[in-house]
């Protein structure tokens, strides 16, 4: 079964599998700087916040995820499987990259200051 996962930094949305990590899903949406080496919990670059939504979290190391941390929702994208619709916000290494390149510029009608008019 699908569910939609969105990223609340950017108000973007995939559809992942119940059966395939949110990161997965995530590389998707194409976007440089989006970790895909590791995949496996040890790295710790693919750190969100889930707010909303259920899911199945596989092991995750200590050192990247405490135990207080995962109470509050936080976990590595790659170890986590969604059982329901997901919102997320990214907090780790690859918020950078995820969240930066998602804002939209001045010219595509962004907050940057334009210039003055006389």
Known sequence: MKHQITIEDTAEHYPCDEHESVLH???????????????GGGCGVCKVQVTQGSYEAKVMSQAHVSAEEQAQGMALACRIMPHSDLCLQVVGKMKKSVCGRAAPSAEEGGTEAAPARH
């Open 25 to 39: 899903g995530m590389a998707r949406l194409g976007r440089r700087g989006i970790p895909l080496g590791c995949r």
